[in-house]
């Protein structure tokens, strides 16, 4: 089964709460077994991403993040 998620950008994202969400900008301060890091959206609006499990490996550059808001 395919989900669907809403693209969104920083000022967006409040407003999707309980929904499917798809953000896409500039990760950074992610390091192995992080279960957080920070993605500076398109429109300059950072948003704090948690993760279920951590990462396998550090992030620092552009990433799509889908998930439930």
Not at 47 to 64: C, M, S, Y
């Amino acid at each position: 089964m395919m989900e669907n998620f809403q693209i969104v950008n920083g000022n967006q994202f409040p407003n999707h709460t309980d929904k499917n969400v798809s953000l896409t900008g500039y990760g950074s301060g992610a390091s192995v077994n992080s279960l957080t890091f920070g993605v500076r959206a398109t429109d300059n609006v950072i948003i704090k991403v948690n993760l279920k499990r951590p990462l396998d490996r550090p992030i620092e550059g552009f990433v799509e993040v889908q998930g439930l808001h």
